[in-house]
């Protein structure tokens, strides 16, 4: 599979896009994906995701594509939090984590 354009979108923009997609022309990544998202999708709410990616580019680490990943995660505990970022070249200091923790604390998840 050739990538011909690369885009950040909010996971329930891309749940939704794979449930308008045809059943039976679907990839086996985009079955993967639509099956992890149905598991796994903790915001549904557009407008929320909206919000808080405002709040989390606050944050001066924090490049676009690291917001996206916390967007689909949603963490509530420091580990997770460097987990999402252990395979990055970015320092989180413990303020940063501490304010990723409140911002993500402040949102009520579908689970």
């Known amino acids: 599979m050739e990538i011909k354009n690369e885009e950040y979108v909010f996971p329930a923009e ?6 308008e997609t045809d059943e039976d022309s679907r990839s086996h990544e985009q079955r993967i994906a639509l099956e992890n998202l149905t598991r796994h999708l903790q915001i549904e709410d ?13 944050i001066e680490a924090l490049k676009d594509k690291h917001i996206y990943k916390l ?5 509530q505990h420091e580990s997770t939090v460097r987990a999402v970022f252990s395979k990055e070249r970015v320092r989180l200091e ?10 993500m604390a402040s949102v009520e998840t579908e689970e």
């Open 14 to 19: 891309a749940f939704e896009a794979l449930q």
């Open 71 to 75: 967007l689909e995660v949603v963490p």
């Open 46 to 58: 557009t407008g929320t995701l909206e919000s808080l990616h405002e709040e989390l580019s606050e």
């Open 94 to 103: 413990d303020g940063d984590v501490e304010e990723i923790l409140d911002i």
